[in-house]
Every structure is written in structure tokens, then in C-alpha cells.
């Protein structure tokens, strides 16, 4: 596998999410349901939306101070219902492993960025693009630090989906999609640089320093 090939993993995401998006100016028309897809579509994206500004309430009101850089992903298994820390809950607990800590470094950081994204896609509710936008910054960060194979899902979910989303009426002057474009072109570097790391020729990114 050529060093173009192990780019093109990254970049064909990247690729896909350049394309100008039509600008979110109101909530799509959808129908009722599909036949493909007996779903109340409405009422599935209204639930949707409602727990994710749920979450996003209470990040902030547990970490008031930072809340943009704790990326929900687990949820407490134990705790008396209607108590503090009760089963269910979100849990922000700090863990040693960065890979799972519920940060920007945790592996599935970018797709809580990107279903903020998307609920502003479906709905234009201007604080789901506040957040998003908030939200992805934070994983900016790591662009350029090929530390693990899973830049990818940092980034296509967090950037690459908002460069869709996004259009005119958020980015007149196209300064945030430029940049957006710049970070994921940065971020499929760090992921090039990957490729047989420290010497080891197996002809794929190295999966992580273990």
C-alpha cells in the first residue's frame, strides 16, 4: 500500500465534505413518513433534538467552566434513580486512558460534534450551531498529532460535517468552511503519518503505540 493510498482513506472523507453545501436557511420539508421508513420522521427528529439539547445542558451545567471540552460518551451503569450520579446519567468522570476519557482526545469525540451538527441541519436551531461550532473547535487541537488511527472519526464527524452543513447565510465570507477544509487536510496529514510508523512495514497505519 502506497503513502497515496493510506492518504486517500482520510482524504476521500474529506474530499466528500468539500463540496458546497446548500446553505441551512429552514428546516427541511419532511414528510410524515416514507414507505421505506414507516417512522413518524417529525416526531423521531423532535426527540432527537430535545435529548441532545438535554445533554448539552448538562455538560454545561456540571462543567460550567469547560464545558466545550467534555464529549458525552458513556453513561453511569450504577446509582439510585433521581440521585445524583444515578444510573443513566451522563458520567464526566475523569479516566487516565485518552482514548476514553471524554475529551478531545477520547476516539469518539468528533461524533458528538456531529450530531449537533446535523440536528442544526434538520431543525436551523441556532444554538445546536453555537455548540456544534464550540464543540469542534475543541478538537482542532489534535490536526496535526498522528498519536492513534482514529483521526478520522475525530474529524470527518466533527469538521467534515459541519464543512456540509454549513453554508451562505452562516458563512458569508466562507472563512469558517476555508478553514474547516484547512484542519482536515492537517488532520489526514497526521494520519499519512501513520503509515508504517516507527519503521514497521506492514503496508497500513499503525493502529496504536501498543
Not at 187 to 197: G, N, P
Amino acid at each position: 500500500m502506497s503513502r497515496t493510498v493510506a492518504f486517500g482513506f482520510f482524504a476521500l472523507a474529506a474530499s466528500s465534505c468539500a463540496a458546497t453545501p446548500a446553505p441551512v436557511a429552514h428546516p427541511p420539508a419532511l414528510p410524515a413518513s416514507t414507505g421505506d421508513c414507516p417512522l413518524p420522521l417529525q416526531e423521531v427528529i423532535a426527540f432527537s433534538a430535545q435529548r441532545l439539547a438535554e445533554t448539552v445542558a448538562f455538560v454545561k451545567r456540571e462543567r460550567p467552566n469547560d464545558w466545550a471540552t467534555y464529549y458525552p460518551a458513556v453513561t453511569r451503569s450504577s446509582g439510585a434513580i433521581g440521585a445524583v450520579g444515578a444510573v443513566g446519567e451522563w458520567d464526566l468522570t475523569p479516566r487516565p486512558v485518552p482514548l476514553l476519557n471524554g475529551r478531545a482526545t477520547d476516539w469518539r469525540s468528533g461524533y458528538f460534534a456531529g450530531e449537533l451538527w446535523l440536528v442544526y441541519a434538520l431543525t436551523g436551531d441556532e444554538a445546536m450551531r453555537r455548540d456544534a461550532k464550540a464543540w469542534t473547535a475543541g478538537i482542532e487541537p489534535l490536526a496535526d498529532k498522528p498519536f492513534d488511527y482514529d483521526i478520522g472519526c475525530r474529524f470527518s464527524r466533527s469538521f467534515g460535517v459541519g464543512l456540509r452543513v454549513i453554508g451562505e447565510r452562516d458563512d458569508h465570507d466562507r472563512a469558517w468552511r476555508a478553514h474547516a477544509r484547512d484542519v482536515l487536510v492537517r488532520a489526514a496529514k497526521a494520519l499519512d503519518r501513520r503509515l508504517d510508523m516507527d519503521g514497521v512495514p506492514v503496508g497500513a497505519p499503525r493502529s496504536l503505540h501498543d
